[in-house]
């Protein structure tokens, strides 16, 4: 009787631990993979041609990175600066008309531009972007050929905290928990 | 313990073993699992964790998690202090006083807190709106049809046939409102329940000016306060609170103490029915009948008279003829106070100088308000303290020419447009800080209104008056408008104080003078030429460089550019050289000859009581009761929050049987209200005693109360609409009233008490002396 009992209720364990163990190793597999290709921005905005094109410092649009921990998204006011006059500049993308409108339309109504974020840190740690810069780093250190970049970026290394602190390590810096964990 | 022995597999309600609970808590995670991942392809995380908000318009300054800090001037009171708001990110965090201004040097009170709660208060109006009379209904307006819908309605009126109700305005704003109403031709009316017209006249007697004085507290020895609760609310309440702190023991200005060395420490004495703040703070608190401070004062002239104390100088101007008739027993028993208190009293003023009179708030809120204040202003002539250190300093004249005088609050004045409105003859009415269906209620102005065709309200908030309008055009809150403001009383000195929009306006509100002047330019003809700025920015630039063609003062720049920016970045400029010349005396009036106990509405066989309505320290008249910061605040002599009480005094309880938070029907000629008691040790015994600022039925916010659910009660309700004789400014103290019982019993919210006191083991008792 007993052994009856023990059988019957073994089947499904054994099929539930092996289901679990499934499930575990596809949750895991899922959340280690790097995070593209990236939902599509409202706007195609093009790095290469604002940089190459332009000849476009960072900074100039992203003109908080050298002093506060973001580098700071510029507003559609800064868009405009330019592109209330630049509507085409060497050979037209296809959309590009279309983006313009989409700005300018934001622009006329005062509305914000929802844009989308490309990279991401770990829960529980924070990321100054001034020190970094100040100390030295180029942007492309951490994100790569952006000024050759012609749609959606992508995160192209892990920033996680293995890639921080091999990276502080190599540079000297704080490897303090509190350096980053605070 | 062994947790093998807890009869678990029996206990579980729902039959289910522990194993075949484990088990199926497996099963269920596994699938949760499964669900969860499965739901988000290829995207871990998604939704607002990935959006950026790219904004339409980043300000200059704008650094993230870095903080600013912005000049402006406080719209709080009628002060006008000078603050210094931190910023972050566009957002108005905090707000201090600014440490330059010369008015309240780096210190603010409750109010000025608030101003950030108040900023971003969800109850403001987000943009015009207009009301269906019929169904009582708000809908939404452009802008743009509301300012063509005010323009046709001026259009079709004429200036004799329109109304601008304002609260009290000062500075640029006042001169706009001046120059609009002058040119349209509307009558423009201003209203402040707690006006100090009396006061103002009784300085126009005695020292022949327009300006209120400065009380120079901080350098005098001997303080002599009548009915003024100048360290709870009255007219500059912060200054006079740092003031006081230098009076009793020393300065803090600067990081460093610097004790009144060499002089001693200032002695207090306050006369007043009911304790105030400065009461609570006085050496001496002096009881008094609700009116009679003047004939204190004219008690303590007398005996200064008889006994030859006063200033050599002082008396040979003094007009003492209305003193020979001065008998001071039968002031003992009109003011309450024995007659041996009196000459003590006047003895200590003239002998302890510098020593200062002040008088006002409550000692002027009576029939005899002025007479009053003329006379306890007069003391301070009889012992040489008029322009002199520790006295009473004349303020020069502003330093901005154009600014329109304060204007008094006639009751009759109101009497008389509320009845106009109610025959007709008022087509539009523009109501702009002013809510007088709340703060006169005599005059029912709720008729008024709904006899009015159109009744444009510029307030951003729903209060009573608002509500009943047709049409609400938002104004600016004080942080997002431009401005400046001359204080009355300054202090000594010329002092303007600077008003700068330091948070981007949040809603779709405009600035109310903007506003005037885009309907002047609408209307043409001598509103537009009164007008002549394109905005309200236009004109302060111009009253700037007025000043700085001054070349004096705390701002100087040889351009103007860099004045304007010094001018904003301090916050104001001031010439503390600028003061007004010694020996600039005025009429001189004395004790005035038909000094009287006033006049009370309600007879005395019918009404036991005389009824002190009092400002509350945070909700003043009831303009500020929508911000939950200053509900909240416990009044500091009560302790109690959100919530109006009667204050009895504890003989009177004990003989009544009546216990702390028993609910009194109060009774006045004019109506009545149901309130709880509060037992105050000092409250006079003839007296009841009611907060204003609360009883708020209009939509003044979800804090005020709303939707018929009122908060407390509002005491301006009870008041009967006598007025000052002189002045025609509401006395509200002149109102005599009675309680009944009604049985009923309420919670007082209030922290004192909820933890009972204790004695600390093995420290010593302090015990408090009379001094000698």
């Keep these: 009787m007993m052994g009856i009992r023990l059988s019957l209720l073994a089947v499904p364990a054994l099929l539930l631990v092996g289901f679990i163990a499934f499930v575990t190793v596809a949750v895991a597999f899922v959340l280690s993979r790097p995070l593209s290709p990236a939902p599509a921005e409202p706007i195609v905005f093009d790095h290469s041609v604002h940089v190459q094109v332009a000849g476009l410092d960072c900074v100039f649009c992203h003109r908080t990175a050298d002093q506060t921990y973001t580098p700071g998204l510029p507003d559609v006011q800064q868009c405009m600066f330019c592109h209330s006059v630049v509507s085409q500049v060497g050979p037209e993308r296809a959309g590009y008309a279309e983006d313009l409108t989409k700005l300018r339309a934001a622009w006329q109504d005062q509305r914000a531009v929802d844009w989308v974020k490309n990279h991401r840190l770990p829960d529980h740690v924070h990321f100054v972007h001034a020190p970094h810069i100040q100390a030295g780093l180029p942007c492309d250190t951490c994100h790569g050929d952006v000024g050759n970049s012609k749609g959606s970026l992508t995160q192209v290394r892990a920033l996680n905290m293995g890639d921080c602190v091999s990276c502080h390590r190599a540079n000297n810096a704080l490897t303090e928990c509190v350096a980053c964990h605070y | ?772």
Aim: charged share 20%; proline share 7%.
């Design chain 2, 1 to 772: 313990m062994n947790f093998d022995e807890q009869p678990m597999e029996e206990s579980r309600p729902d039959g289910l073993t522990r194993r075949q609970f484990l088990q199926a808590m497996a099963a269920t995670s596994a699938v949760g699992a499964v669900a969860f991942t499965g739901c988000q392809p290829g995207h871990p995380i998604q939704g607002h964790e990935f959006q950026m908000e790219s904004r339409v318009r980043l300000a200059e300054d704008v650094l993230s998690g870095f903080e600013n800090f912005y000049a402006t001037t406080c719209q709080g009171c009628g002060a006008g202090c000078g603050l210094v708001v931190r910023m972050i990110e566009g957002r108005a965090k905090k707000a201090e006083g600014n440490p330059d201004h010369p008015l309240n040097r780096g210190k603010s009170c409750a109010r000025a807190q608030s101003v950030v709660q108040e900023q971003y208060l969800p109850d403001r109006v987000q943009g015009p709106m207009r009301r269906d009379r019929a169904t009582n209904s708000w809908s939404p307006i452009s802008w743009d049809d509301a300012m063509t819908e005010v323009v046709r309605q001026l259009r079709d009126s004429t200036g004799q046939n329109a109304l601008m109700l304002t609260g009290p305005v000062s500075g640029g704003r006042a001169s706009i409102v001046d120059r609009f109403t002058r040119g349209y031709g509307a009558t423009w009316l201003t209203l402040d329940v707690l006006d100090e017209a009396p006061l103002r006249e009784a300085v126009r007697r005695v020292f022949g000016q327009d300006r209120l004085p400065s009380f120079d507290i901080q350098n005098a020895r001997y303080v002599l306060s009548f009915g003024s609760d100048f360290l709870g609310g009255w007219i500059s309440p912060v200054r006079h609170n740092v003031e006081y702190g230098i009076f009793r023991q020393g300065s803090y200005r600067a990081g460093q103490f610097q004790p009144r060395q060499g002089r001693p420490r200032g002695y207090l004495v306050q006369a007043e029915p009911r304790m105030t703040i400065s009461g609570a703070a006085a050496d001496e608190w002096l009881p008094t009948r609700p009116g009679s401070e003047g004939l204190l004062a004219a008690g303590i002239a007398s005996v200064i008279a008889a006994e030859n104390l006063g200033d050599a100088e002082g008396m040979r101007s003094f007009n003492t003829t209305a003193l020979r008739s001065v008998q001071l027993d039968q002031i003992a028993r009109d003011t309450g106070v024995p007659a041996e208190r009196i000459q003590k009293v006047a003895r200590d003023f003239a002998s302890r100088r510098p020593s200062l009179a002040i008088g006002g708030g409550l000692a002027g809120a009576h029939t005899n308000g002025s007479d009053s204040l003329t006379a306890i202003m007069a003391l301070n002539v009889m012992v040489g303290a008029v322009g002199r250190p520790g006295g009473l300093i004349l303020n020069p004249a502003p330093a901005l020419e154009g600014i329109p005088a304060p204007r008094a609050t006639r009751v009759a004045d109101w009497q008389q447009a509320a009845d106009r409105m109610r025959q007709g003859q008022v087509k539009v009415a523009m109501v702009y800080g002013a809510n007088p269906v709340y703060s006169l209620p005599s005059l029912r102005f709720n008729e008024a209104l709904a006899q009015t065709p159109f009744v444009v309200s510029f307030s951003s908030f729903l209060d009573e008056t608002t509500a009943l309008a047709d049409m609400v055009l938002p104004a600016h809150l004080p942080l997002e408008d431009w401005g400046n403001d001359v204080p009355d009383p300054a202090p000594g000195f010329q002092v303007v104080s600077w008003q700068q929009p330091i948070v981007r306006q949040q809603y779709d509100t405009r600035s109310f003078p903007d506003v005037l002047l885009a309907l002047g330019d609408e209307l043409g003809g001598a509103t537009r030429s009164g007008l002549p700025w394109r905005t309200f920015q236009d004109m302060l630039k111009e009253s700037a460089q007025a000043l700085q063609q001054e070349r004096r003062g705390s701002v100087r720049a040889p351009d103007f550019e860099r004045f304007w920016t010094t001018l904003l970045q301090q916050g104001g400029w001031w010439d503390e050289s600028r003061t007004q010349p010694a020996g600039s005396g005025g009429p001189g009036q004395g004790i005035p000859a038909n000094l009287a106990l006033p006049q009370y509405q309600g007879a005395e066989s019918d009404y036991r009581f005389y009824l002190v309505p009092f400002p509350h320290t945070t909700l003043g008249a009831g303009e500020s009761s929508h911000v939950p910061w200053l509900q909240g605040l416990p009044e500091p002599l009560t302790s109690v929050t959100w919530q109006s009480w009667v204050e009895i005094n504890p003989k009177l309880a004990a003989d009544e049987g009546i216990h702390e938070g028993d609910v009194l029907t109060v009774e006045t000629p004019q109506g009545s209200a149901e309130l709880p008691v509060y037992i105050n040790p000092a409250a006079s015994p003839q007296v009841l005693a009611i907060p204003m600022g609360q009883g708020h039925t209009g939509a003044s916010g979800r804090y005020a109360g709303r939707d018929g659910k009122q908060r407390g009660v509002n005491a301006l309700a009870l008041l009967a609409p006598a007025v000052d004789q002189t002045t025609g400014a509401l006395a509200y103290g002149a109102t005599r009233a009675r309680f009944k019982k009604t049985g009923r019993r309420m919670s007082l919210p209030k922290f004192e008490g909820t933890i009972p006191a204790y004695q600390i083991p093995g420290e010593e008792v302090l015990e408090v002396t009379r001094e000698s």
